[in-house]
């Protein structure tokens, strides 16, 4: 079983990527913190000329999803919404979907695990709720699982261990993805 | 009275823009169309040097909203929520909130009408919902008035022309800012 | 072609009963006003022997739904949601599916049209959304075609004739539901 | 400190019950189980006659309920809402607000802590978020403080036990009543 999971913050060390850890702790996983690449904006995809125009990170970047069996979305909460920087990268998708270097882009998505992880420092718990319906959307466009999501309040850098609900919800996920990994290894080890 | 529409799409003359061509014709309106304007990526805004590490359109776009008594946003449902170049305008204001060069940002946008205007493909009147919802918030954090929003459905281009109920809303919208325009014209020459 | 309409207002010729009349005027169409009835309330479903408890209106009520094409709900937002009236009527679902009176209810709910008409007084295009979703869901959940909504605002007798956008939302539903008459009516005449 | 729960469900140990088990246990509640009470159907609040036509049990219930300082509304998730049981509870505060014979309900109800706790059967963590939004703006309307909710996934007798992150969350919720509990008696004692 793989794992990649999409960090959505600016921030180095934030909120939403340290409730991640404790998720994540104790599991390979590709991390990729999306600051760290340069994806240009999106563009046109009726204009296919355009898709060529700029090289850029992205295709490294979906080659790693397509290849991954759960994919874990942190972001913190932007403005009642996931950030841009996660958003642009999801965008870019609609290019996938037509771009011949991809034609099986559809298909490897299917039945793909998604979890989202994310922090607020306003009012979360309800707040956040549009994004998770969002997700939802998301997710059952491409026919992914929509797996869970834990939402955790936090503001300063922290804060979040300040959230007991957030952190047991973060150390379920750990435990539940740990069985998963058990599993998956037993079941390739009888192949 | 003053009017702003920012556009998120990165298309030409895409369904989102016609719906808001019959929403704001016959009326003097500054339209900012984000994908003709270099905005750079959030940064940490945390961290104040970064803030003014690259010069680009963002400084110049914000006056003008704040110069404004209505703003319109203008974005197709990518991917069930607006579109990543207008999140990314938006994520921006973090920074505004804290820049010592607007230092009234947050003054100025009390009391601000704002309007959304969207388009999309896949069942929008439900599934941009989480959009109306997010937008609500953005709206109650800066204390702007989020006075409508209209949702039209559409895929190829100038397929929302066949959604009579999206036409006939922008056609209201039309006339409430037309005569909005002509209240404040009369009071402006009482003074 | 046939349209049965179930009122969950308290309230004689209130808002949303006035809102309702627009959409169905000049239409043949079965008006259920849910308060004339009596509807007892929901059982154990699991308990079958209660199921046959007590004799009320229902059974006749849902014969009338499972005999119609298209469905129209009407309810004032009460505490944002359904009133209690119309979702006690709901609820009773639950019994149908069970119900060996009732083998084909499923079968019979599969692709019915469903519209929900609903007035508020507090911020209804905003906080009536909820109930949109749950609406979506509900007819989800028996594959009923959740083919449009209309809210409208309103909270004294007759206010929502102020809302313009609602009043043309209506007429809109009005003009649509009687094309689908006449294309039906040619159908029928053809067979 | 005292808490009040209604039991929205028609199910005698049900899922929604016995995950509010967990949450309470250890703590001194006032538990009313509405399926025991009659509560006659909302009337119309503006025909004031009315109101007094029929006694039931519902006067006792929300004294019960104007006293307590913490709410727990207990429901399964009904049709993707709260029962229509609980619904009918929360329609009557309509016509408390208008009765003078509860002229401080409405000052009684402010900054009252409320919990919800709802399990379904049916993708509860994402089609009950429309019931949790619906809470919030009942809560907002009354100026209660929606505290916490607790979403679980059970549709047997018994299937909540599965649920590890409802199980947690519940024991959360029954840690933090109990801390809420142990500082509200150092105060009195200090009286």
Same mark, same amino acid.
């Given at each position: ?6 960090? /959505? ?82 965008? *870019?998708?609609?290019?996938?979907? *037509?771009? =011949?270097?991809? =034609?099986?882009? *559809? ?12 922090? /607020? &420092?306003?009012? =979360? ?62 079941? &390739?080890?009888?192949?």
């Amino acid at each position: 079983m793989t794992i990649v999971a999409f960090y /959505g913050s600016i921030r180095d060390k934030g909120n939403s990527e340290r409730l991640a850890e404790i998720a994540l702790q104790d599991l390979e996983v590709t991390k990729v913190f999306l600051r760290d690449y340069h994806i240009r904006p999106i563009s046109d995809w009726n204009q296919t000329e355009l898709l060529k125009s700029e090289a850029d990170d992205y295709p490294a970047l979906i080659r790693k999803q397509m290849l991954a069996d759960v994919i874990v979305f942190i972001t913190p909460v932007y403005w009642y919404g996931m950030s841009s920087l996660l958003k642009l990268y999801i965008d *870019r998708w609609s290019e996938t979907l *037509r771009d =011949p270097a991809f =034609p099986d882009f *559809r298909e490897k998505m299917k039945a793909k695990e998604v979890h989202l992880i994310t922090v /607020g &420092g306003d009012d =979360p718990y309800i707040k956040a709720l549009p994004m998770i319906q969002q997700m939802e959307y998301i997710c059952d466009f491409l026919k992914m699982k929509f797996d869970s999501y834990i939402i955790g309040r936090g503001d300063k850098k922290g804060e979040v261990f300040t959230d007991e609900k957030a952190l047991h919800s973060a150390a379920d996920l750990n435990n539940y993805l740990k069985s998963q990994f058990q599993e998956a290894s037993k079941r &390739g080890r009888n192949v």
